[in-house]
């Protein structure tokens, strides 16, 4: 398995995007940039892209950009350019001060919330879109009230809390959020979201945001939430695409970029392959009252929400949470 490929190449960026735009118009289309960490590309190389989309789109195409960084390197030129071009910012901030150091620290073994923490309030001061990503890590999970208290404090609108995942192959390791930590950390934390909700405090939280509409037969955005998996098109640097960030691997290699139409790479056996493989299922998932907005959920992320045979974390969760969760559906959805 090849560590980098580098900075994606002129020849390669062009053949996304043209590829990319040659899809049945009108139509909207999200070019979404993540890591490593994009920013190491650098701007002019963003400028670039935003310049071949401009030259190829068509005019009754909707173009949307999204970028996850780290927050480390942006400056003003940075946030200048992300405002003009209504980019979408997830910055990675894990939590609170202590919490995020722990785990995100620099090359020179340095702590970065500080720095990262500038680059957030440059982005909301400057009006950008902008949303928190933090990762849900065994440790972070044990602080539900610490972590709210700490959106609260820097006054985060849209949340996104991402599990942290074993190795594939691996049950659990010292970081990874286990079915247990998972229904009591959302437990906690969805009666404090749930108390400002009511006092007219809204505060987006991705998983409520994914969950609430599904009790008024609203499909989630989050892939793979209803126990099924859709085609990503996750394209590497060299022109390679996978069907999902989560198995950016060899063996799930679909095609290239370069030398594949998107189609062809949809159609291909690899695509079927990862679509229609089996995933670990538990026997809870059968008489759970749950199983409709469920399915044994994303064949990666369920790791964490149940043990094969004796409990689910999400199922906990959700018998705590979908009375008042149904209630909200009702009154928001007509």
């Known amino acids: 398995m090849m560590k980098s490929f580098g900075v994606m190449s002129e020849t390669t960026m062009n053949a996304l995007i043209q ?22 590309a650098g701007l002019n190389y963003f400028r670039s892209f935003v310049q071949c989309v401009n030259k190829h789109r068509k005019d009754d195409q909707v173009i949307l950009y999204a970028i996850q960084t780290n927050g480390y390197t942006l400056d003003m030129e940075w946030v200048t350019f992300l405002k003009e071009h209504k980019f979408l910012v997830g910055i990675s901030i894990d939590g609170y001060q202590e919490n995020h150091n722990y785990f995100r620290i620099n090359s020179g073994n340095q702590a970065t919330f500080e720095r990262v923490y500038q680059s957030y309030r440059l982005l909301k001061s400057n009006e950008v879109d902008v949303n928190i990503l933090t990762v849900l890590s065994k440790q972070l999970a044990r602080k539900p009230k610490e972590l709210y208290e700490f959106y609260q404090l820097i006054d985060a609108k849209y949340i996104q809390l991402i599990p942290c995942l074993p190795p594939l192959g691996v049950v659990e390791d010292e970081f990874s959020l286990t079915p247990e930590l998972f229904a009591s950390f959302y437990k906690e934390f969805y009666s404090y979201w749930e108390k400002d909700y009511r006092q007219g405090k809204y505060m987006s939280v991705t998983l409520f945001d994914n969950i609430i509409p599904m009790f008024k037969g609203i499909a989630p955005s989050q892939c793979g939430m209803l126990g099924f998996c859709s085609p990503q098109y ?10 999902c960030d989560f198995y950016v691997l060899d063996e799930y290699k679909c095609g290239n970029i370069v030398a594949n139409s998107l189609e062809e790479i949809r159609k291909s056996s690899l695509m079927s392959q990862f679509l229609h493989e089996s995933k670990r299922v538990s026997p809870l998932c059968s008489a759970c009252k749950f199983k ?9 992320m369920n790791i964490v929400y149940f043990n094969n045979d004796t409990y689910c974390g999400y199922q906990d969760f959700l018998e705590f949470a979908h009375e008042s969760m149904m209630e909200i559906a009702n009154k928001v959805i007509r």
């Open 292 to 300: 409709s907005i469920c399915h044994g959920n994303c064949k990666r």
């Open 234 to 243: 996750v394209v590497e640097s060299d022109g390679s695409v996978y069907p």
């Open 19 to 40: 590829k990319a735009l040659d899809v049945i118009s009108p139509s909207t289309i999200t070019f979404a940039f993540q890591g490593g960490e994009p920013t190491v």
